[in-house]
């Protein structure tokens, strides 16, 4: 059974439209992460939280806004698409922020096209 | 993000062995993480480093050298199965946040 579920596996948008990425574990992970994959681009760190509490933000943009809602949730809320924003957004946890940050667990990733 | 370069591509032939190279240039270094990545899903955690010398795990072992930047993957009795990608990430300016090479597809061939 998959241990971090990512909703939805795919999902085509609007430019200008929003959409919500949606993260839950169930690991019983402390910490929660984003990360984005496209294909011109490594694995890229958007943002990391630790107890429901933003750690880390490494997203230029505040089109991209995390939601938690429950400590095993971390949500992605992305405003205003752009065509440039098509990636597969990988949700990852870890026992907690800090050394044990470095081994993460990553879900199978919400794969977003926008035209 | 923090010069971390892998080559693109690897091939070796089942049976043998596959060496992976990852450098990076960054100084606070955090440790060097190393994740297989088959196409279409998720990055699978397979070793970290944070000190010198060579980490012995059975199919896969990694070697760093903090002082020359530069890390590499061994996968030993390759199997065929063992095609993917593998990717290489530093740790910096904290354990929180990955900075990831692109990653090296590595082909096995019969």
């Known amino acids: 059974d998959p241990k971090i579920i990512q909703k939805p596996k795919y999902l085509v948008a609007v430019t200008g439209s929003e959409k919500i990425l949606i993260c839950e574990q169930y690991l019983g992970h402390n910490a929660m992460y984003w990360y984005r994959q496209s294909a011109k681009k490594p694995l890229e760190f958007m943002f990391s939280y630790s107890y429901q509490k933003l750690m880390d933000n490494q997203t230029a943009s505040s089109r991209f806004q995390p939601q938690s809602s429950k400590k095993n949730h971390l949500d992605l809320q992305i405003t205003a698409l752009k065509p440039d924003d098509s990636a597969t957004y990988f949700c990852?946890?870890?026992?907690?922020?800090?050394?044990?940050?470095?081994?993460?667990?990553f879900g199978e990733g919400s794969r977003l096209i926008v035209v | 993000g923090q010069g971390v370069e892998q080559p693109d591509n690897l091939m070796s032939v089942e049976g043998t062995f596959a060496r992976v190279n990852c450098t990076y240039s960054t100084s606070g270094f955090n440790g060097l993480s190393w994740y297989q990545q088959r196409e279409g899903h998720a990055p699978v955690f397979l070793s970290y480093?944070?000190?010198?010398g060579l980490k012995d795990s059975g199919h896969f072992s990694t070697f760093l050298s903090r002082s020359n930047g530069y890390s590499y993957l061994l996968l030993t009795e390759l199997q065929i199965k063992d095609s993917a990608s593998y990717l290489c990430?530093?740790?910096?300016?904290?354990?929180?946040?990955?900075?990831f090479g692109s990653g090296t597809k590595l082909t096995v061939e019969p």
């Open positions: 990852a946890s870890s026992q907690e922020t800090g050394y044990s940050g470095n081994t993460l667990y």
């Open positions: 480093v944070v000190l010198d």
């Open positions: 990430a530093v740790s910096w300016p904290n354990y929180n946040v990955l900075y």
